[in-house]
């Protein structure tokens, strides 16, 4: 059968009408998601910077406004150094990896009701997964750069995502089994019908757990222990300059949002309002379920600079002991406790 005659058959247009509107819809996410890395960068400098009382970006544009466009240009017009002795091959990847590993996390977040890029049964399991994998690209960067800066960088990273990974997991396994699902979207639906409808009330040790691993996942302070400037220059990334250097620091702000759009799914309803605001403040329904996910999303990142301005660095075996003798036996607890409550309330 030829191509064109696979094309024409009945039902072919269906499929490409299909094919169309996702990859419509995956345009349409990175437009947004890309815009929102930028001045991500911009209002991480601004808020940090009030809290410290100083002005922040001020030069370029009003307010300091297009200074984002101006660290694109310069990073995209920098010379682009490798290292003599670097293995090339895994030295170019390496950031494809943490990218492409970011970006693709974002597939299965529901960002408002039927909007969805692959609505599938393990989407939770999925991220989990992507999220794993992006950590090798930190991990492959330090070993290709021929640095021990960057190897040290790079080995910190693995052992860091291997302690938080299963903390992480674990805490989402308490909304795992009050959904009954791995469905980002039937997570969110199913909060709607429970009576605080958000998770974060009867899961708030989880989502504590939950918290302090995104900080780790993501690479953010107080956890920054892969970059570690005072230590390690700068890190797995040491040894990269111009767009590769760049394409690090878009999948770490990727990934920080992406950890925010699972916290707003997972815990806080998603693009749904509690049905007790609604009954107070009945106006609330006007407002576009997209512009709530988007308000719980900019709370979580607002977290992470918060963070960042306000507590040091910890130390690579405080570290440690928090994932596995504070986190993980927490995350055990949560589900304990979650799995008692449902079987006396069944």
Same mark, same amino acid.
């Given at each position: ?19 169309? !509107? ?5 345009? $349409?996410? #990175? *437009?947004?998601? /890309?815009?929102?890395? &930028?001045?991500?960068?911009? +209002? %991480? ?44 091959? !895994? ?5 494809? $990896?943490? #990218? *492409?590993?970011? /970006?693709?996390?974002? &597939?299965?977040?529901?960002? +408002? %009701? ?54 992480? *997991? ?177």
């Amino acid at each position: 059968m030829s191509v064109f005659e696979a094309v024409v058959r009945p039902g072919s247009f269906d499929l490409l009408i299909n094919i169309l !509107i996702i990859l419509v819809k995956i345009a $349409v996410v #990175l *437009a947004v998601v /890309m815009f929102h890395v &930028a001045y991500a960068t911009y +209002f %991480e400098r601004k808020t940090i910077g009030r809290m410290q009382v100083r002005m922040g970006p001020m030069e370029v544009g009003p307010h300091g406004l297009l200074q984002p466009i101006a660290d694109m240009l310069k990073l995209f017009f920098k010379e682009d150094i490798i290292p003599e002795k670097a293995d090339r091959t !895994i030295f170019y990847i390496a950031p494809i $990896v943490s #990218l *492409a590993a970011a /970006m693709s996390s974002l &597939a299965v977040i529901p960002f +408002f %009701e039927d909007f969805v890029i692959a609505d599938i049964n393990i989407g939770l399991l999925f991220i989990l997964a992507m999220s794993s994998l992006g950590s090798y690209g930190i991990i492959l960067s330090g070993w290709s750069s021929d640095s021990k800066y960057a190897f040290l960088g790079g080995l910190r990273s693995s052992a860091q995502v291997i302690s938080y990974e299963i903390a992480m *997991a674990l805490s989402l396994v308490g909304v795992m089994m009050m959904a009954g699902s791995l469905n980002l979207s039937e997570i969110v639906r199913a909060q709607i019908e429970y009576p605080t409808g958000i998770y974060v009330i009867p899961q708030f040790l989880g989502f504590f757990v939950f918290v302090v691993a995104a900080l780790a996942e993501a690479n953010r302070a107080p956890f920054d222990l892969p970059e570690a400037e005072s230590e390690l220059v700068a890190g797995y990334f040491v040894e990269y300059s111009g767009m590769r250097f760049a394409l690090f620091y878009v999948a770490e702000y990727i990934g920080m949002i992406l950890m925010g759009c699972i916290a707003a799914t997972c815990y806080f309803g998603g693009w749904t309002i509690p049905w007790y605001l609604l009954k107070v403040l009945p106006f609330l329904k006007y407002i576009p379920g997209v512009i709530w996910f988007a308000l719980k999303v900019y709370f979580v990142v607002f977290f992470y600079y918060w963070v960042r301005a306000t507590l040091p660095r910890y130390r690579y075996d405080q570290l440690m002991s928090i994932g596995w003798k504070l986190l993980i036996p927490l995350a055990l607890a949560n589900i304990a406790i979650t799995g008692i409550i449902k079987v006396m309330v069944k």
